[in-house]
T-cell receptor, first 114, second 113 residues
Framework: DAGVIQSPRHEVTEMGQEVTLRCKPI?????LFWYRQTMMRGLELLIY????????DSGMPEDRFSAKMPNASFSTLKIQPSEPRDSAVYFC????????????FGPGTRLTVL | DQQVKQNSPSLSVQEGRISILNCDYT??????FLWYKKYPAEGPTFLIS?????DKNEDGRFTVFLNKSAKHLSLHIVPSQPGDSAVYFC????????????FGKGTRLHILP
């Protein structure tokens, strides 16, 4: 099993540009989570999907952020337009079911917005 | 407003000694607690968990203690090994949303040779 796959691993962009982060969850997992890690705020949940349906997006910082899960094997997190304060490491995680099943994290995408 | 607090950003421990990582939480409705471990350039990985009906859970060298009255939990690693050098995240899940995990900021553990 390849685990959760995220791309790109690193992204450097200029302020105002659109950024798209991608995630492939573990096959058979029904829940998918997007997190953001910063020094100031630690690891924050942005949005959570179950069976491809967004369940809780209360952590999405503002309208510039959007996430989709068009099928069980792919999700995107888009930032448009990007700002320097969006610089962080973005993690995708998946778990087998809802509830307190162990979450398996991808390696993360390090985003730098200049 | 941090609901899960790890007040020590870093900790250094001699190899072979005990490492104790601490975590405090503010919400008495949390009833499930977890520790995740993270190496550089990797995502966090699940380490150990504890339900609020217990006060201790042990898995090999790792033991988590829960003190509900103090809203405090700790992770003990005995004996500490070089491979334990990592960032450790404490996390909690509320009773009303068992799909939601709230993480602390993490504590960086350095195991000294």
């Amino acid at each position: 099993d390849a685990g959760v796959i995220q791309s790109p691993r690193h992204e450097v962009t200029e302020m105002g540009q659109e950024v798209t982060l991608r995630c492939k969850p573990i096959s058979g997992h029904n829940s998918l989570f997007w997190y953001r890690q910063t020094m100031m705020r630690g690891l924050e949940l942005l949005i959570y999907f179950n069976n491809n349906v967004p369940i809780d997006d209360s952590g999405m910082p503002e309208d510039r952020f959007s996430a989709k899960m068009p099928n069980a094997s792919f999700s995107t997190l888009k930032i448009q337009p990007s700002e320097p304060r969006d610089s962080a490491v973005y993690f995708c995680a998946s778990s087998l079911r809802e509830g307190r099943d162990e979450q398996f994290f991808g390696p993360g995408t390090r985003l730098t917005v200049l | 407003d941090q609901q899960v607090k790890q007040n020590s950003p870093s900790l250094s421990v001699q190899e072979g000694r005990i490492s104790i990582l601490n975590c405090d939480y503010t919400n008495s409705m949390f009833d499930y607690f977890l520790w995740y471990k993270k190496y550089p350039a990797e995502g966090p990985t699940f380490l150990i968990s504890i339900s609020s009906i217990k006060d201790k859970n042990e898995d090999g060298r790792f033991t988590v203690f829960l003190n509900k009255s103090a809203k405090h939990l700790s992770l003990h690693i005995v004996p500490s090994q070089p491979g334990d050098s990592a960032v450790y995240f404490c996390a909690a899940s509320p009773r009303w949303r068992d799909d939601k995990i709230i993480f602390g900021k993490g504590t960086r553990l350095h195991i000294l040779p």
